[in-house]
Nanobody, 119 residues
Framework: QVQLVESGGGLVQPGGSLSLSCAAS????????MRWYRQAPGKQRELVAA???????NYADSVKGRFTIARGNAKNTVFLQMNSLKPEDTAVYYC?????????????WGQGTQVTVSS
């Protein structure tokens, strides 16, 4: 059984910073893409950032220059450093990963962590 567990959400003032972490555990042979999504109230879930196993990154236009996604040295972890946060960044942030368990390649989701940007 594969699990993704996020941590690091919370309340921050506009202009502040937060760092999110996500760790994958369980039966894992390899991890391909790792992504962060977010979903604000009343809106669809949207892709925020992605990083490949080769550490190639992609970002949504709305977060370019402010957010940084990175794989951990252990490669089963992914981080999202969020700087210059804005109220519109308020959402539940979800970790997502394409994982080869040795039996199949599936996409897994974390449980989500709340990020609130407010004064």
């Amino acid at each position: 059984q594969v699990q993704l567990v996020e941590s690091g959400g919370g309340l921050v003032q506009p202009g502040g910073s937060l760092s999110l972490s996500c760790a994958a555990s369980g039966s894992i042979l390899s991890i391909y893409l790792m992504r962060w999504y977010r979903q604000a109230p009343g809106k669809q879930r949207e892709l925020v950032a992605a990083v490949s196993s080769g550490r190639t990154t992609n970002y949504a236009d709305s977060v370019k220059g402010r957010f940084t996604i990175a794989r951990g040295n252990a490669k089963n972890t992914v981080f999202l450093q969020m700087n210059s946060l804005k109220p519109e960044d308020t959402a539940v942030y979800y970790c997502n990963a394409e994982i080869n368990s040795g039996k199949s390649v599936m996409t897994y989701w974390g449980q989500g962590t709340q990020v609130t940007v407010s004064s």
